[in-house]
Structure formats: C-alpha cells, structure tokens
C-alpha cells in the first residue's frame, strides 16, 4: 500500500525540514502538511491545510478529506516558551495529542509519529548517560506534558494497537530555520551571532553540556524509525535518541577555528539555566542502535563547518 501522510504543526524547526524529506520520498502528492498559519514558503506542488490540532472538528474533516495511512503530531510548545504560558503548553501538547491519538483509532489510521524530549528527565535522572529507563522527574510544563504523553502514546498501543512510534529529541541544530523557544537554543543562535557581529552573550554557563542532534541526523533517524519493521521496534514510550553533548565553550572553540575573531561572553542568570541544569549532560540511545540501527553522522567539527558554510550565503 501506498504511504500518504498528514504532518501536523509542519512549520516549526523539525517540521520544515522532515516534510521536505518525507516529499522527496514518497512525493510531494502524498505528503499533507499542516499548521495553524501558512508557511512562509508553499512550492506549487505542496499540499498544506491550515488546522488548529485543538479543533478536533476540523482535524477529522482534514484527515477524512486526505485518508493518510500515517500521521505526524508536531504541534507543541517548547521549554521555554511553555514556562511563560503552561496552560496553554498543557492544552497543546496533552490535548493535541489525544485529539490525533482518538481521531486515528475512529478513522483506522494505524501508524503515527510523535517525538518527546529530554525534558522527561529531572533533577533526579541520571547526569551522565542517561539511561532509557531511570528516575524521570520533569521541573518544566513542556517536560511534564511530554511524560505524560509518552504515557499515553504506550497506552494506546497496548490498549488499541495503535504504531506508535517516538524519540526523545535532544537539542537540535539546523541552519534552515529559526529557533522556537527552547532552552537548547543558544546552538543555533551562537552560529547566527558569530557571523553577523562576531560575538555572541550565551544565555548557559560555560559548562553546561547538553545533549544535542544536527537536523540532518534527526530528519535520517526520524524515517529510519519509521521505515523499521513492527517487530524491530520495543520501545512504545519513547526512543531515547543524541548525536552528541556539547558545551558552550566547546562551541565557542570549534567556532574560534573558522572565525578566530569570534568573542564569547555569559549572562549572570538566565531562567533557562535552571531548566538546562535538570537536564542530563550525555544520553543512552542503545535501544534505538540497537533496534532499529540508529547511528549519527554528525560530530560538533563537522556541525560547526556546516553550519557557517551554509549561514555565510543564507543569512
């Protein structure tokens, strides 16, 4: 059978760039997007639907009109942003969620997407290799709410046997499209800075390590999940996932090495701070190499080069 998919909240940093993948796989014809705004950017043989995933209406006529055999939940409100508004961060990442996980199970559609985070983890989780399986005790609504899903996506599976497949994405890093309020931020908005005034304040201390993927790795190991056979797959709440942890000291160094100019300073306090330091500095991902042969491209040198290359003439 033929796959047809229906992404929803396709505009954020992941989004963009996954829809242009799954297009260049399965053609533009047979992958839907949707968001509660149009792109900044619609080639002519794009589909995409303006939906509010809240609008459960609406959703089932989107998803009645295009009948995909996968969905991929996108839409959420990042640390950061939901520290500012956790109610509303509640009701689209807890409610958005069962909206598409209710609509799949009356409509037949079996196989869905829908990434969690390392904001899962805690204080009390483990620093250093984080294991898929520890004490998860998240201080953020946008931790909590992605707890609270793999929850949910696990007991739908169990329950209704629905595919549900995740990863906890760590940071990620892309140079196609802007930040969205996450706490892992400072990795792309340092690349921007360095370039264009040649210094950059970080929001983190020195020190901070945190788990972080290239975008490249995340979209290959997002379709690699995917594309898995069903009985590869044995984690139902959600893949732990890295690339690798960084500093952003070590950053600033790697950036130092192409723009020897490059100034770097810190802020006294930053609220994101405390969230980064509930956060672990370096993750197991074994299940997911193990399973279904998750293995990065990318390292911090070849990141850093990609990076500027790309900024240089996209800026």
Same mark, same amino acid.
């Given at each position: 059978?033929?796959?047809?998919?229906?992404?929803?909240?396709?505009?954020?940093?992941?989004?963009?760039?996954?829809?242009s993948?799954? /297009?260049?796989?399965?053609?533009?014809?047979n992958?839907?997007?949707?968001d509660i /705004?149009?792109?900044?950017?619609l080639?002519?043989?794009?589909?995409?639907?303006?939906?509010n995933?809240?609008?459960k209406?609406?959703?089932?006529?989107?998803?009645?009109?295009?009948?995909?055999?996968?969905?991929?939940?996108?839409?959420?409100?990042? #640390?950061? *942003?939901?520290?500012?508004?956790?109610?509303? +961060?509640?009701?689209l990442?807890?409610?958005?969620?069962?909206? %598409?996980?209710?609509?799949?199970?009356?409509?037949?559609?079996?196989k869905?997407f829908?990434?969690?985070?390392i904001a %899962?983890?805690?204080p009390?989780?483990p620093?250093?290799?984080?294991d898929?399986y520890?004490?998860?005790d998240?201080?953020t609504?946008?931790?909590?709410?992605?707890?609270?899903?793999?929850?949910?996506c696990e007991?739908?599976h169990?329950?209704?046997?629905?595919?549900?497949?995740?990863v906890?994405y !760590?940071?990620?890093i892309?140079w196609?499209?802007?930040?969205?309020?996450? *706490?892992?931020?400072?990795?792309?908005?340092?690349?921007i800075e +360095?370039? @264009?005034?040649? @210094?950059? *304040?970080?929001?983190? #201390?020195?020190?901070? +390590?945190?788990?972080?993927?290239?975008m490249?790795d995340?979209?290959?190991?997002?379709?690699e999940?995917?594309?898995?056979?069903? =009985?590869?797959? #044995?984690? /139902?709440?959600?893949?732990?996932?890295?690339?690798l942890s960084?500093?952003p000291?070590?950053?600033a160094?790697?950036?130092?090495?192409?723009?020897?100019? &490059?100034?770097?300073?810190?802020?006294?306090?930053?609220?994101r701070?405390?969230?980064?330091?509930?956060?672990?500095?370096?993750?197991?991902?074994?299940?997911? /190499?193990?399973?279904?042969?998750w293995? !990065?491209? &990318?390292d911090l =040198?070849?990141? *850093?080069?990609d990076?500027?290359?790309?900024?240089?003439?996209?800026?």
């Amino acid at each position: 059978m033929k796959e047809r998919i229906v992404m929803i909240g396709a505009n954020g940093q992941i989004g963009s760039e996954l829809a242009s993948a799954l /297009r260049y796989k399965f053609g533009a014809e047979n992958v839907i997007t949707s968001d509660i /705004r149009e792109p900044s950017v619609l080639k002519d043989d794009e589909i995409f639907e303006i939906v509010n995933v809240l609008d459960k209406p609406a959703l089932k006529s989107l998803l009645e009109k295009h009948q995909p055999t996968q969905i991929y939940l996108l839409a959420a409100m990042l #640390s950061a *942003t939901g520290e500012k508004y956790p109610q509303k +961060a509640w009701d689209l990442n807890i409610n958005g969620l069962l909206n %598409v996980l209710d609509l799949a199970l009356e409509l037949g559609i079996k196989k869905i997407f829908w990434p969690s985070s390392i904001a %899962v983890f805690g204080p009390h989780s483990p620093k250093q290799d984080t294991d898929q399986y520890c004490v998860m005790d998240p201080v953020t609504i946008y931790g909590v709410s992605k707890l609270a899903g793999e929850r949910l996506c696990e007991y739908y599976h169990h329950k209704y046997d629905l595919d549900i497949r995740s990863v906890r994405y !760590p940071g990620i890093i892309s140079w196609k499209t802007a930040p969205g309020g996450g *706490t892992t931020d400072y990795a792309i908005d340092i690349y921007i800075e +360095a370039l @264009k005034h040649g @210094k950059y *304040t970080c929001f983190l #201390s020195a020190d901070t +390590a945190l788990p972080m993927l290239y975008m490249e790795d995340a979209v290959a190991g997002t379709i690699e999940l995917m594309d898995a056979p069903i =009985e590869q797959i #044995s984690i /139902r709440s959600s893949y732990n996932l890295e690339g690798l942890s960084f500093t952003p000291a070590e950053i600033a160094k790697e950036i130092k090495k192409i723009l020897p100019n &490059f100034e770097m300073s810190y802020v006294d306090y930053d609220p994101r701070q405390a969230i980064a330091d509930t956060w672990p500095a370096s993750i197991n991902d074994s299940y997911a /190499r193990t399973d279904w042969g998750w293995k !990065p491209k &990318f390292d911090l =040198e070849s990141i *850093t080069e990609d990076m500027i290359a790309n900024l240089k003439t996209n800026i």
